[in-house]
């Protein structure tokens, strides 16, 4: 079994900064990405970032050049920097880890909790 714990959401005024945190433990083989997702109020929940296994990032274009995604070396634990926050940044924040309990096997996916940001003055 996979677990996800989140940290680091909170609230922030309008262009300030917060950083995620999320990190996976159990059976795991092989982590074929991390990322994170996004749903406020009322909409679907969105791709923020992702890292793939490799080191290969995408952004959602709402986000390009504010927030960053990067991981620790074995990529267990996934961070996402977010700088120039807005009040459209408001949401739930959850994390996604994409990974397999055994070679040849099937991709699992597994969400975290959520964290919630709320951008507000």
């Known amino acids: 079994q996979v677990q996800l714990v989140e940290s680091g959401g909170g609230l922030v005024q309008p262009g300030g900064s917060l950083r995620l945190a999320c990190t996976v433990s159990?059976?795991?083989?092989?982590?074929?990405?991390m990322g994170w997702y996004r749903q406020a109020p009322g909409k679907q929940r969105e791709l923020v970032a992702i890292?793939?296994?490799?080191?290969?990032?995408t952004y959602a274009e709402s986000v390009q050049g504010r927030f960053t995604i990067n991981t620790d070396n074995d990529m267990r634990t996934v961070y996402l920097q977010m700088n120039s926050l807005k009040s459209d940044d408001t949401a739930v924040y959850y994390c996604?880890?994409?990974?397999?309990?055994?070679?040849?096997?099937?991709?699992?996916?597994?969400w975290g909790q959520g964290t919630q940001v709320t951008v507000s003055s």
């Open positions: 159990g059976s795991i083989f092989r982590i074929n990405a």
């Open positions: 996604n880890a994409a990974t397999q309990s055994r070679a040849f096997t099937a991709v699992s996916a597994t």
């Open positions: 890292v793939r296994n490799g080191g290969f990032t």
